[in-house]
């Protein structure tokens, strides 16, 4: 059974950093597409950034500059590294992940990390 599972969340003052961590777990035979999204309670999920398996990487406008995906195939983990955080910020966080296993092709959700900013 494959999972997603993500570290690394909290708390923060403004201005600071955190670096979250996302593992894939399971019998998978590769893994395509990699991101983070975000969700503000009475909005939907949107992305935050998202990176292929050749490692281009797209943003979301409001954290281009302070935010950096990454990934580590074969540790089969995807990173994201969030830097000069702002209280706007503070959310659930979301790892999503194309895997391919023995269930096929599937887009995976990991279960969410908390991002708590202060001001």
């Known amino acids: 059974q494959v999972q997603l599972v993500e570290s690394g969340g909290g708390l923060v003052q403004a201005g600071g950093s955190l670096r979250l961590s996302c593992v894939a777990s399971?019998?998978?035979?590769?893994?395509?597409?990699m991101g983070w999204y975000r969700q503000v309670p009475g909005k939907q999920r949107e992305l935050v950034a998202a990176?292929?398996?050749?490692?281009?990487?797209r943003y979301a406008d409001f954290v281009k500059g302070r935010f950096t995906i990454s990934r580590d195939n074969a540790k089969n983990t995807v990173y994201l590294q969030m830097n000069s955080l702002k209280p706007e910020d503070t959310t659930v966080y979301y790892c999503?992940?194309?895997?391919?296993?023995?269930?096929?092709?599937?887009?995976?959700w990991g279960q969410g990390t908390q991002v708590t900013v202060s001001s």
């Open positions: 399971g019998i998978i035979f590769s893994i395509g597409a």
């Open positions: 990176i292929t398996s050749g490692g281009s990487t």
């Open positions: 999503n992940a194309e895997i391919s296993s023995v269930d096929g092709i599937k887009k995976y």
